[in-house]
């Protein structure tokens, strides 16, 4: 303390053995190293001290302006904090101190200099007080994402409960100075680099990742609104780095993705912000209206900058809901009507010159993940939206990408449409909206792959065509067979060998009542192109081969379906039995029973 100079000397030296652990970029796993720092029992006496007085005067005489030697001394020290924090057992006590209180008040006026300084166009090295920032983010990650949780999630790595339950320290707490700072560092960011302000981001998302505690501290409305304000902020570029901002716009929606599988971790009044709040702001800003901007802003390049964002947020949905609780949060994305607003954001994308099929994939994917093995999410869609309305959207969007009828046989999937045999449909009606489409679609190349990918899919097991038929999927064939002069032959083949199958499995009069109108031309003379095919799927249907099976049975295919027998009293005798046979399908298997969690059926 007396030895300003012999302080600095040894400073220099600490940070210079172990400056293998200052890691202070976000976007880096942090390096594996077998050394750690020091324990501060071993750090000479009373250097903590020594330490949080040297920081307080440089904070007393930041209003004036520090000179280059005290710039360099508080460097310095934050450095030292970030290394001391990297041995785990010293965070808790580095948390307790006063360090970080001032740290932020330095950072928070350096913030508000850099902002003035490019605002008034100086253009004087920032290097130092920007160098200064990011170690001062750092050491801010380091006392509360102490396992770097969050890094490792940015990496693609997610870490499970057990895993994150294994972390013997626990994070410092959050300071109360946290969401002031955040919140006043947005303030006019339009001055701040975007390079900071992911740094910024990624801190808020460092605090989340890193413990509940110190996250439901720092979801607050006012935090919720930085974040809401930065992603409206993405779509107006000026002469911004495209790659910075994009990557803005990627932190933001991760942080919301961290923010709301928290709060699904916690109780109600933990909370200070509702999901179904965040959700209703997300969709107000999803489905904006660009019709009010002014006309400079509603240029071409605009117009792909904004669905490239929409286009992200579309795929955070999926992301959110890629958690634990999905069941839970896909009631709150009912309430919140997402179904609405995503139906509407196709309508509304009609006014945008190009990127309309790769928003309306994105679209179809987030529908998906919403409905994802929830039969209630099915029926609220089936009943608000409907799926000929829905039809009628993207037909009027002009003639579909491969990539979009792919996605709508994802979405009858719920997986990936290639991996037949191993998923079943667990959503036809997607499977009648492709039927239908075929005579609309002017490549014969597709209306082929899509009719022979429907002829394996329905065709596959006994259940595949048990869920076809009591959808009405027969009339629909025939229906579209209609249309022959609009679909190639071998398109119309394959329908009609699937119609084969699934009558096979079940015909009523009135659908072979229509097969056979179906086959009626105008010319007497002339036979229709269908009469062999339809003549030989009439056959199919009425022959049987292998095993001899039952006409009428019970579904034990959902996981909750059984056979309920009366109560013992209500029997009519001393006795009750009850006999079937049982038929158990095995050229499909469900990935979920295969699991060592996964459940199977039980005969008792």
């Known amino acids: ?36 720092p020091p324990g501060i029992s071993l750090l000479p006496d009373n250097i903590l001290q020594v330490l949080r007085f040297q920081l307080l005067q440089c904070v007393q005489k930041m209003s004036d302006g520090l000179e280059e030697q005290q710039q360099a001394l508080s460097l310095l020290l934050v450095k030292f904090f970030i290394i001391l924090c990297r041995n785990l057992a010293n965070v808790e006590e580095i948390g307790m101190c006063s360090y970080i209180n001032h740290v932020i008040t330095m950072t928070t006026l350096y913030i508000q200099q850099l902002k003035s300084k490019t605002k008034e166009k100086e253009v004087a090295d920032q290097t130092p007080i920007e160098e200064f920032v990011r170690h001062a983010l750092a050491f801010c990650e380091s006392l509360y994402d102490p396992y770097r949780n969050w890094r490792q999630r940015i990496a693609g790595r997610f870490l499970s409960t057990v895993e994150k339950s294994r972390q013997k320290y626990k ?18 960011s339009e001055h701040l680099k975007e390079s900071l302000k992911c740094c910024l981001l990624h801190l808020f998302g460092a605090i989340v990742a890193g413990g509940q505690r110190n996250a439901l501290q720092a979801v607050s409305p006012a935090t919720m609104e930085v974040l809401m304000r930065v992603l409206a902020d993405c779509d107006n570029w000026d ?13 933001t929606l991760k942080c919301l993705t961290e923010v709301v599988h928290i709060l699904l ?101 987030a529908l998906t993940a919403v409905m994802h093995k929830s039969p209630a999410a099915k029926e609220v869609f089936k009943e608000r939206i409907g799926y000929a309305h829905i039809y009628e959207v993207l037909k009027s969007l002009g003639q579909p990408s491969r990539e979009l009828l792919e996605e709508l046989m994802n979405m009858a999937v719920e997986g990936d449409h290639m991996a037949v045999g ?61 249309s022959h002069s609009a679909l190639h032959c071998t398109c119309a083949e394959n329908l009609i060998a699937l119609l084969g199958s699934l009558g096979g499995q079940s015909m009523g009069s009135e659908e072979l009542l229509q097969l056979i109108r179906l086959l009626r031309t105008e010319e007497p003379q002339q036979a229709h192109p269908y009469v062999v095919p339809v003549m030989r799927a009439i056959l199919a249907m009425a022959r049987k081969q292998g095993m001899a099976s039952a006409l009428q049975y019970f579904n034990l295919y959902h996981s909750m379906a059984g056979i309920a027998v009366p109560s013992i009293h209500k029997w009519p005798g001393s006795a009750f039995s009850f006999n079937a046979w049982l038929c158990l399908d095995q050229d499909q298997v469900d990935p979920s029973t295969t699991s060592k969690s996964g459940k199977r059926k039980q005969l008792y």
């Open 265 to 365: 971790t916690s109780s109600s009044d933990q909370r200070q912000v509702e999901t179904s709040t965040i959700l209703e702001n997300y969709f107000k800003l999803l489905n904006s209206d660009h019709s009010a901007l002014p006309n400079p802003r509603r240029c071409r390049q605009w117009e792909s900058r904004f669905i490239a964002l929409q286009i992200q947020m579309l795929n955070t949905i999926t992301a959110m809901l890629d958690c634990t609780d999905r069941p839970v949060l896909q009631a709150i994305f009912l309430n919140s009507n997402c179904f609405e607003h995503l139906i509407r954001l196709l309508q509304n994308c009609k006014v945008f010159q190009g990127h309309l099929d790769c928003l309306a994939v994105s679209t179809i994917q």
């Open 171 to 188: 994070p410092a707490s959050l300071t109360v100075e946290f969401v002031p700072f955040f919140y006043q560092c947005f303030q006019e």
């Open 422 to 482: 191993i998923l079943g449909i667990s959503n036809v009606q997607p499977l009648l909206l492709l039927i239908q489409w075929l005579p609309e679609l002017e490549s014969h190349d597709l209306q082929i792959f899509i009719s022979s990918w429907l002829r394996r899919i329905c065709c596959i097991n006994r259940q595949s065509r048990a869920t076809c038929v009591n959808a009405n999927m027969v009339i629909r064939i025939i229906e579209t067979l209609n």
């Open 1 to 36: 303390q007396k030895d300003p100079d012999y302080l600095k000397l040894w400073l220099d030296s600490f940070v210079s053995s172990y400056e293998q652990f200052l890691d202070v970029d976000f976007e880096k796993l942090p390096t594996r190293v077998d050394d750690v």
């Open 239 to 251: 002469d911004r780095n495209p790659e910075e901002v994009s990557r803005k716009a990627e932190l």
